[in-house]
């Protein structure tokens, strides 16, 4: 099996900063892309931010300027550095690894509140 741990996630005021991590381990069979999706409260899960093996990033466009989503492949983990955060962005983040022949991992997912 795969395990997929996130961390990094919780409560800050509009403008601040958190940095999420998500590290996968286990049996990787290999991975093609990571990426983060969001789901606020009644709304379905949405894309924040994807980055391939090869480094090719794709963004929300509202996230474009304020995310960064970066990767360490040697350790299997996505990074999403997020800034400026603002209230809209208050939601349960969701890690993906995805992979090419493999099932797809979805991490726990981790609260980030973001307060006016």
């Known amino acids: 099996q795969v395990r997929v741990v996130e961390s990094g ?9 958190l ?7 286990g049996n990787i069979i290999g991975i093609a892309a990571m990426g983060w999706y969001r ?13 391939t093996s090869g480094g090719t990033t794709n963004y929300a466009d ?13 350790k299997n983990t996505v990074y ?7 209230p809209e962005d208050t939601a349960v983040y969701y890690c993906l690894i995805h992979q090419i022949g493999a099932p797809d991992y979805w991490g726990q997912g981790t609260q980030v509140t973001v307060s006016s």
């Open 62 to 74: 509202s996230v474009k300027d304020r995310f960064t989503v970066s990767r360490d492949n040697a």
């Open 39 to 51: 789901q606020a409260s009644g709304k379905a899960r949405e894309l924040v931010a994807t980055i």
């Open 9 to 17: 996630g919780g409560l800050v005021q509009a403008g601040g900063s």
């Open 80 to 86: 999403l550095q997020m800034n400026s955060l603002k």
């Open 19 to 25: 940095r999420l991590s998500c590290a996968a381990s």
